[in-house]
């Protein structure tokens, strides 16, 4: 792991998934086969992908019984904690509507509404992780969604991981279907004969997957399009090198390209933190890919302020910013960029991926800037209501049409006027 | 304009502003050039495109001043009543942080920031819309934006439109550009000498703005691209068929391809309000536009029953529907999907295109199923924090590292622990 003095401006990468032309080719080609022939070619590629022969796509009652029946029960416990935190955090998300009267009888309001059905993928194979059934199921549900779908690749004997299988029955979904790739999204966006669409699907998932969400979009809503993985650590002399290592670590582990980044003023921390990162690497089960992501994507910079390391923690926009500083909290309010902060030292980034309850679905490629994690805002829509009172159209109807007629619209003058047509007759 | 008896499902036609490979290469190229060259490629552009030989690109504080001197004091009135009324509505839309303690000293919140910067396109020419300014720079100033710039490409004496300068004016903004098409899109999204990039672009704007919008999309935030115009409007015999064909042609006259839709359950008044179509449509400035628009893509439907215009309705989920019945407002609570609803007789579309204070800026082509009017929340974003305290972590630790080692993470679990390892050499 490098260190470098941080002088000026970070050249920050963007690590877009942007596939290939081919790839593009065989995902449109896909979504047509699905909208063409619907269940039968989910079957075709789930054979000719996940090698499963399914005689049905909707996984049973009774297959997520038996997952929940042989399942850990002190896992089953923890699933059901981490829900229950996830959803105390998400109900402080809710949104009301409201409503302005004014005097002359007119109002103005907006009212929430929750979208009727939602649709989340969830990767199969080594990637199938029951964390993100919850961060995804749990917003929709706070929000109000009726519809709540779970789709996912089967394995070679065509069932779903138990683990998988579970976060969903202790979430009371029942409706999953056994579909992976390209050709999941296309039936969720267009529906089959076995699957009804959905409004918006959510969740993560492989180049095809991404490929397809972005094809599908505008007919149905997505969640954004996530790169890979991020963490920036600010620490000061007070933090332990070994713990920054391990947690610069269990971001690297995620995949070769996941980026993780130390800021400090000590060289000594600098120095400690590289030795650690090092001798730790040895020991994990996903050391090469670790090894890689701290290899391209890994920096310590060591800069001369406090104020030039929050400048660059603020210009990286990291998804996830860990403080471990004696004055965190107070240093955290003047990060105005970052997915999550996770605030003094015992609150490693995985409380936070699995426990906390926040979501950890959360902007990446310095999108924090602009966007946010997902949240039970991404489930509901709002639609405004204008009513006018006569009064109200008597007071304004002048000056509305003036203003349409400034912008060459008479049709919409006419329209606001048309209330005094008649009127005008009678009087 | 067509009558139909309404019998299951509408066919919806969505018209998606997908432009030809010729147009986005185009686009590309513009995009590219910009980055390269900067202020020269915008200069050149404008030339080439907008017949005008700039000096420099930035609005002076003259030109602005000028053009309020000599604008119609009434629409002066007019623009700031406008204002005052779609600020006080979209104050609503504030939102506020929030913090869950918990007995162990441990903590979740979320942290509400606006966005930094956001850049707002006015189109040009025939299409110069003040109301425009007004809906799109005001979300962001009551979100908090700090730097709001709006960009709109010259006419041929190298001048914005006066109408434009003045809704700025009014709104206190001061930083406008001259530059149309993809290269005012590229110039915001990537920055030039004279134009510091921002973080988010909206507005409207031709097929060319639509696909350069597309193109910068995750490297900047964009808000959504907008299809042609729609009304549906929902009468019974209480409403008056000239006012309701006067609304249908004021969509109308916006594009060949807006739609104009009527659900009645009368066909006495179906029938009025075409004859009323025909026979205002003769005297609109824009009746050739309209003409298209009613002949294409307008349709009167009348059911047997409330139930199916009801129905209907929510399956179009049109971006405005006006409800002229004599229970208009109960009416409206059956509504789920739409963007904006316009309530009674006097609430015609103009009052909130222009006046009533909710947003203009709507969902078109159905997607009002899973989005909404441009609004406050488009432009802030919401940091999630963590903060555990020893307690919590020590009460949690085994649960958070058990769940990381049930997805294959190691180096999460070990991340978590990593606080015990000198805890455990000390004790």
């Known amino acids: 792991m490098n260190i470098e003095r941080l002088t000026g401006e970070l050249s920050i990468r963007r690590q877009l998934a942007d596939g290939t032309a081919t790839q593009l080719e065989a995902v449109k080609q896909i979504i047509q086969q699905v909208k063409i022939e619907g269940d039968a070619a989910l079957m075709h590629f789930a054979k000719k992908w996940d090698r499963a022969e399914l005689s049905s796509l909707r996984v049973t009652k009774e297959e997520i019984e038996e997952a929940a029946g042989r399942f850990d029960p002190r896992l089953l416990g923890d699933l059901t ?24 009888g007119s109002y103005v309001a907006q009212r929430v509404t929750a979208i009727e059905s939602a649709g989340l993928y969830v990767p199969g194979g080594t990637a199938a992780y029951p964390s993100s059934v919850l961060m995804n199921v749990i917003p929709a549900q706070v929000a109000g969604v009726e519809r709540i779908v779970v789709i996912s690749p089967p394995d070679s004997e065509g069932k779903l991981s138990d683990g998988v299988l579970v976060a969903a029955h202790i979430l009371g979904i029942e409706e999953l279907y056994k579909s992976g790739g390209a050709q999941a999204i296309a039936a969720l966006a267009y529906g089959t004969e076995s699957i009804e669409p959905v409004d918006k699907i959510t969740g993560p998932g492989n180049i095809f997957v991404a490929l397809a969400k972005r094809e599908v979009n505008g007919d149905v809503a997505i969640d954004m399009i996530a790169g890979p993985s991020e963490i920036a650590i600010i620490a000061d002399e007070s933090a332990y090198a070994d713990e920054i290592a391990a947690d610069l670590l269990s971001q690297a582990e995620h995949d070769p390209l996941a980026s993780a980044v130390l ?14 990162v090092a001798k730790q690497l040895k020991t994990l089960p996903r050391a090469d890919i670790a090894t890689a992501s701290i290899r391209d994507h890994g920096m310590i910079y060591v800069a001369d302020t406090r104020a030039e390391l929050i400048r660059a923690a603020n210009q990286l926009a990291p998804e996830h910013l860990e403080i471990m500083t004696s004055d965190a909290e107070r240093l955290s309010e003047e990060i105005r960029h970052a997915g999550a902060i996770f605030i003094g030292r015992y609150s490693s980034e995985p409380v936070g991926d699995y426990f906390a309850g926040t979501n950890h679905v959360l902007p990446t490629n310095s999108t924090a800037r602009f966007s946010s994690a997902l949240s039970v805002y991404d489930f509901v829509k709002r639609t405004s209501i204008v009513h006018y009172s006569e009064q109200a159209w008597r007071n304004n109807q002048e000056k509305i ?13 006419r329209a606001v006027e048309s209330r005094a047509w008649k009127k005008e007759n009678q009087s």
Request: net charge negative; proline share 0%.
């Open 263 to 276: 800021l400090t003023e000590s060289l000594e921390m600098a120095e400690q933190v590289q030795a650690q």
């Open 81 to 104: 904690e981490a829900a229950n935190n996830i959803r105390s955090y998400h109900e402080g998300q809710k949104q009301q509507g409201y409503r302005h009267d004014r005097e002359d």
């Open 401 to 413: 049409a003036r203003l349409a007629r400034l912008e060459g619209l008479e049709a919409h003058a």
